[in-house]
């Protein structure tokens, strides 16, 4: 599915094509919980470039 959204460091907007049905699933507390790809969840946060997204990407890694 391709998804837009604005770019906060090229100020412009941008599209990104997103598999949301391409989930790892895992389980916490008995509870099957699907998860975007690690590589997918990085590549898409630092495309938003947003502070909190690179705080979270530098936390991911």
């Not at 906060?8 to 998860?35: C, M, N, R, V, Y």
């Amino acid at each position: 599915m391709e998804q837009n959204f604005f770019n906060q460091k090229s100020e412009k907007w941008t599209s990104l094509e997103l598999d949301f049905h391409a989930t790892e699933l895992k389980s916490h507390l008995g509870t099957e919980i699907p998860l975007m790809n690690r590589v997918t969840l990085i590549e898409y946060k630092t495309k938003l470039g947003r502070p909190v997204d690179l705080f979270d990407i530098e936390a991911i890694k």
